[in-house]
């Protein structure tokens, strides 16, 4: 799980300090669902963009990424540690009220979505919100950076939540772009614990 990990650790400044616009409208959603106050673990942070919002707005962020490169740059804007940690050790259960990941469960591969989705699903407490967000597609590979995705379609990747153990999730596609460039078909999805 852990081929794209090189690439964010190579690139960490230049990527940290890339043109990006906030999902504001989707964090917004997210922050009303998740009990106010509550705790938020935050897969894939980056540069801490979206921990700096959500903490900006009383909840207990825990940020974390796969990346020491990453981590190593949102802890210069969070000014305060940042875990490193791919998803497959993910191992806390009970403990968070939401679970944010934003662009990066798409690095996955297919094989082992199942199974970090499960660890996600055991981390939250019960009517925890988990928010995901994933490049659509219909087969798994690499971009022209190396980063690997799993580009699935809606109606796999509901199959991989309830495989998981979630009920069926909220599913929207919007278009949109990315770090690339690239058109990109945009998976948002919402699941409750």
Known sequence: MNRPIPFYDENAETYAGRSRNLPTERLEVFARQVTAGGAILELGCGAGEDSEWLAA?????????????????????????????RFDELDEVNVYDGVWACACLLHVPRAGLSDVLARIRRALRSGGVFYASYKAGETEGSDRFGRHYNRPSSEWLSNAYRDAGWPE?????????????????WLHVTAIA
Do not use: C, H, N, Q
């Open 169 to 185: 999730p909220s599913i929207e596609r919007v278009m949109g772009g990315g770090y690339d460039g690239e058109p990109t078909e």
């Open 57 to 85: 707005r009383g909840f207990v962020v825990t940020p974390t990424d796969g990346s020491s490169g990453m981590a190593a740059e949102a802890e210069k804007r969070l000014g305060r540690p940042v875990r490193v940690m």
